[in-house]
């Protein structure tokens, strides 16, 4: 994710920097971002439809895994 310039708190996804990963990374990173946009339509949007608002949604739905 990148912040997105003139529009604070607003972020996209990166494909650039998805690019620069291994192969194996960029596999993962793309198929966890269709699985989470999957469940955050299942659950109808409800903070909006933009990645900062899936991105809320996902976080406080606990769906981070911990390190």
């Known amino acids: 994710m990148k912040q997105v310039p003139?529009?604070?708190?607003?972020f996209t996804f990166d494909h650039e920097a998805v690019a620069?990963?291994?192969?194996?990374l960029q596999r993962y990173v793309?198929?966890?971002?269709?699985?989470?946009?999957?469940a955050y339509r299942k659950?109808?949007?409800?903070f909006g439809e933009t990645d900062a608002a899936m991105l809320l949604?996902?976080?406080?739905?606990?769906?981070?895994?911990?390190?």
Do not use: D, I, K, Q
């Open 6 to 10: 003139g529009r604070p708190m607003s």
């Open 30 to 38: 793309l198929a966890l971002y269709h699985r989470v946009w999957t």
């Open 43 to 46: 659950a109808g949007c409800p």
């Open 20 to 24: 620069e990963l291994p192969p194996v």
């Open 57 to 67: 949604w996902f976080e406080f739905r606990s769906y981070a895994t911990t390190n």
